[in-house]
């Protein structure tokens, strides 16, 4: 019996294998740039100008379905990461597609990053990939935002608008709700915002119309955080700031 060869494509790799996933009764949606590439058709060619490659393929599923995501990419040619599997395969499997010289990252539940981005009862809301406001948080969350997170968010934001549902737009309100009792996952995503502000006006690549439409979703999304009201417990971190550390390290287990 030959062994599949995943397809060198990241997309088609990453819809087929939720595919695939399906078929078996199990909930697997796409995550990072890969899925902001699916999302973003009409402002991709971005991507390209930027400079932007995929390097990886990022999932998430709940984790009653984590023997089944595992079983199914043991069959479709990925070679598991015992060792960091046996300890972390409640939360993370890590794969390696030795054939394409990339690997696939599967989280359980939520992302549990600089901070955590929960999906409980949210991949239900978006196929293939989790929703856009879920992958605005997986970005701004990031503690250390480097350059290839800035220029995924610009992109993100290009393509969609900021609004109060879910379907094909920013969820801003979620966002500020989400934000309103974690004064530093707050800090760290409106520190961020104000990144991708300074970005945007610098950015040669982007015309002045990119410019106008991104640096005004930016202010809309501003607004509702600022106007959402905040809880006892944001507002008594509030009064300590940034002198305490207010976000987790990240692990390396990626390298």
Not at 96 to 121: C, E, I, Q, W
Not at 127 to 153: S, V
Not at 193 to 219: A, F, M, P, W, Y
Request: with cysteine; proline share 3%.
């Amino acid at each position: 019996m030959s062994v599949r060869i995943p397809f060198p494509d990241f997309v088609e790799e990453a819809t087929f294998l939720v595919s695939e996933a399906a078929r078996r009764g199990a909930q697997l949606n796409i995550l990072g740039a890969t899925a902001i590439y699916v999302h973003c058709p009409k402002f991709r060619f971005l991507f390209e100008a930027f400079g932007r490659k995929l390097s990886d393929i990022d999932f998430v599923s709940y984790s009653r379905f984590s023997r089944k995501i595992e079983a199914l990419l043991l069959e479709m040619g990925y070679a598991g990461r015992e060792r960091f599997n046996a300890i972390h395969g409640k939360s993370r499997l890590i794969f390696d597609d030795p054939a394409n010289k990339r690997y696939v990252d599967v989280f359980f539940d939520k992302l549990d990053m600089s901070h955590t981005v929960s999906f409980s009862g949210r991949l239900e809301l978006e196929h293939p990939t989790i929703t856009l406001t879920d992958l605005l948080l997986e970005k701004m969350q990031i503690a250390q935002l480097n350059e290839k997170d800035i220029k995924d968010t610009i992109v993100l934001l290009r393509e969609h608008d900021i609004g109060d549902e879910e379907k094909e737009r920013v969820d801003g309100g979620y966002v500020a709700k989400q934000l309103a009792s974690d004064w530093g996952f707050w800090f760290t995503v409106t520190t961020n915002l104000n990144k991708i502000e300074g970005r945007v006006k610098e950015h040669q690549i982007l015309s002045d119309e990119d410019k106008r439409d991104i640096l005004g979703k930016l202010e809309t999304l501003r607004k509702q955080i600022d106007s959402e009201p905040k809880s006892m417990k944001w507002t008594m971190r509030a009064r300590i700031g940034p002198k305490v550390k207010w976000y987790q390290d990240v692990d390396e287990a990626r390298q």
